[in-house]
């Protein structure tokens, strides 16, 4: 009889690691991934039996999941795409109870055999790449995957490749140290002239190429392309760069007056990325349009903005965009720039327009969770004492999306010996 989750756990959890030999050690590692697998296996059960009801969650399931377990949607689908394939191939879930497979191998033998579409040749692939997939390292299982999928389908290669030009994209990744990764999934021939291109600018004899490798003056140069794009609002053709909210693209920087005028470090926050260091921020400041925002001192809550119907003006815009950061759906990282205005309570068209398009009775919403909002599948207020914009569920469960300082505070830097008195300021930045 195959051990359950609960005895494989037990016995685990009741070695003494401390005590054990080197091959030992290997053993309870290897365990432990087994008990990961199975745990694996039991949750995509409990979400497919989830995804199979008929509940007042209706289409937003998962955004209900990635807020009772505090991750982002995008995760949550990941889980929720592994368990629809677990359900329609139980060889992959008696797998995962028995051990012999994680999850990773999981998701390569879906992935892997997709092109086949749904049918006998995929359910049959799939059981056969169950029963290698023990013995294979996951890049190893996506070499033998491919091979037999062309051995199924010689047109798969052709099939594939249009599949795949379907999800071209550009992506934003964050990164440590106020770094990140813009990602292009392209088809080859357009990634390679735009390769070529970043090449021929990066250069190899003008002076200015000292001191920096060819990996840096391609960066450079593919940064100063965007840049210019942003300094003239032309694309390369000459047309206008499109305005969204009424707004230029720009960049955002959100940052205390004091750390502008180098009198503390505090980081600032750029829109779209998160906290920068103060370095970041003054050099960004000094080819910058400012505008001057009010915030409480003792916990940097958006307080207001200064000033230099229905749809909201641009500078109102700019006020709730300021004041919000992100999308205000508990867990959405969606940059307020990048999302739709709402009112809190609804829009009425027999009261005055002046009345209900106001900065306390408008939010940043993404266009998903606007959507989820309007059919009143969730159900949303704002506390205007505490500025928690408070979320009920299908389920009537309650989430606080607490508001998002827009700088950190000064408290939390001073320091326990003698401190400069802080400036006074008058008038409209720069001060």
Known sequence: ?????????????????????AAELVEVVTGWQQAASMVAAHQAAAISELMARRTPMGDFVTDELACAMVTTAASVEVLAGRAAGIHAHPCLADALRAGTIDVRKVDTILDGTLALGLGAARDHLVVEATEVAAGLTPPQLVRWLRRHVLMIDPQIAAKRSKAARADRGVELQWANDSMARLIAFLPAEDAVAAFTVLDALAGTSDDTCAGRSVHQRRADAFADVFGSIIDTQRTPGGDLV????????NLHVTAAATTLL??????????????????????????ATWRRIFTDPATGAFLGCGTRTYRPGADLTRTVQARDVTCTYPGCRQPATRTELDHVVPFDRSRAASEQTIEANLHALCKRHHQAKTAKVWNV???????????????????????????????????????????????????
């Open 242 to 249: 499109p305005r969204r909210h009424g707004q230029r693209a």
């Open 262 to 287: 180098g009198l503390d470090e505090l980081p600032g926050e750029l829109a779209g990325y998160g906290p920068i260091p103060a370095s970041v921020v003054r050099a960004l400041a000094q080819d």
């Open 381 to 431: 207020r704002r506390d205007r004492a505490t500025g928690n914009t408070v979320w009920t569920s299908p389920l009537g469960i309650t989430y606080y999306r607490s508001p998002v300082p827009v700088h950190v505070s000064p408290k939390l830097f001073e320091p326990t010996g003698h401190r400069r008195p802080p400036p006074t300021y008058a008038g409209d930045p720069p001060f």
């Open 1 to 21: 009889m195959a051990a359950t989750l609960t005895q494989v756990a037990a016995h685990l959890e009741s070695v003494d690691v401390s005590s054990l030999t």
